[in-house]
């Protein structure tokens, strides 16, 4: 299989690069005022998600701007349950709503089984628009919400503090929950697999809500759904390269070593995680993503630079670094600190040991 020229491809395969690449999560969004005019252009949020032309607009818009090592697809993990069947909407300020909520068997019964191709069909487009856009620059990261963040949506109907509902479930009805799992596994399996088809070079699965789980729980509810899609996804694309497959799992740095063992190429770190000592607990079994805290991009340029540092020189002069925020970029934040980090990261050498 031909090796990679992408250095952000090359990273999450361990292969040696020129330099450490950056992207970051939330790359498009509200912090960029072009986001912004193209958001009232389509009018609101999920419609732009829904416009392929736009929707490639606003994927662009930071490569563009900042010289990102990746574009990331613009999209959200919420468009899986709404092709099941559930209504999605934004309200403004209180993030999602999705209803009717699962509450029961009868309930899990109504749910659809998409097809992607057809009810999701506008994601499709808008991946080959974008590489037609990108043609080549940059590779394209596809994405999905892990089964057990998506199901916090689905039970609570929204975003949750507690997480009172869908613990409640697996604690009394474990099979009720395994089973709404089970549907969401083949979804987000098929779904990232037509990514896959319509030419993203990579894929991340977004466990936003696993680190409010204890280890057991963990493993059971949320890692097992996420191996058993790894396993089922085609890892090699139309054009014969590898597609590397990237676990974030927020709050999850103690679950480290049972991630690297999902058969995903990346493991994604939020800045709680002591990075030099990840990089030893997964023996080269993966690379690592990560994990300067999204809130160092409100302090000074020069703090922004040396965090940054910090960050490279954690991990060090070794293959199999991909740079990015723990989490994603706040709305709050400007575009010279994005520059600023970006700038830092592509500046940085480890002297005579290039990673
Ligand atoms: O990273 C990117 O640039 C790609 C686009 C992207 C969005 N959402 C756009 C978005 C990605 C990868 C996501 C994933 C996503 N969506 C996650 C997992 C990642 C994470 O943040 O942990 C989750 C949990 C969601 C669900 C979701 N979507 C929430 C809770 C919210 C509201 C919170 C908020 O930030 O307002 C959204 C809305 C959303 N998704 C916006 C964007 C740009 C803001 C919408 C707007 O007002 O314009």
């Known amino acids: 299989m031909p090796e990679p020229t992408h250095r952000f491809l090359r990273a999450c395969l361990r292969l040696p690069t020129d330099r450490t690449p950056i992207w970051i999560m939330r790359q498009a969004g509200r912090y960029l005022p072009e986001y912004m005019a193209t958001r009232k252009q389509a009018g609101d949020f999920l419609s732009l998600c829904k416009n392929p032309e736009l929707a490639t607009q606003v994927t662009m818009q930071p490569i563009d701007r900042f010289g990102l ?46 097809d992607p191709e057809s009810e999701l069909e506008y994601v499709m487009k808008t991946i080959r628009s974008i590489r037609r856009a990108l ?22 109907g929204g975003s949750s503090k507690t997480f009172s509902r869908i613990k409640g479930m697996m604690y009394d009805r474990p099979e009720l929950l395994q089973a709404l799992l089970d549907r969401l596994v083949a979804a987000v399996t098929n779904y990232l697999n037509a990514q896959i088809r319509h030419g993203v070079q990579a894929v991340q699965i977004f466990d936003t809500w696993g680190g409010v789980l204890g280890h057991d729980e963990f493993l059971r509810f949320s890692l097992e759904s996420m191996r058993r899609i790894v396993a089922g996804l085609e890892r090699i694309g139309p054009d014969g390269a590898k597609v590397p497959v990237i676990l974030f799992a927020k709050g999850c ?103």
Request: glycine letters at 12%; proline letters at 8%.
């Open 135 to 156: 043609d080549g620059r940059v590779p394209l990261i596809g994405f999905s919400g892990s089964p057990w963040t998506l199901a916090t949506y689905m039970i609570e």
């Open 69 to 114: 090592d990746a574009a990331i697809l613009f999209s959200d993990i919420l468009v899986v349950p709404e092709a099941m069947g559930m209504g999605l909407s934004f309200g403004t300020g209180e993030g999602p709503l999705l209803e009717p909520v699962i509450n029961s068997a009868s309930d899990l019964e109504k749910l659809h089984d998409p």
């Open 253 to 355: 740095g103690s679950h480290l070593e049972a991630m690297a063992d999902s058969g995903c190429d990346v493991v994604g770190l939020d800045w709680t995680t002591d990075l030099a000592r990840a990089r030893v607990r997964v023996q080269g079994r993966v690379a690592l993503q990560g994990n300067m805290d999204p809130a160092v991009l409100s302090a000074s340029p020069e703090r922004i630079r040396r965090e940054a540092e910090r960050v490279l020189t954690a991990y060090g002069p070794h293959p199999g670094h991909v740079f990015n925020l723990g989490h994603g970029i706040t709305p709050d934040c400007t575009p010279d600190k994005v520059a600023g980090l970006v700038a830092a990261v592509q500046n940085f050498t480890f002297g005579s040991h290039a990673p």
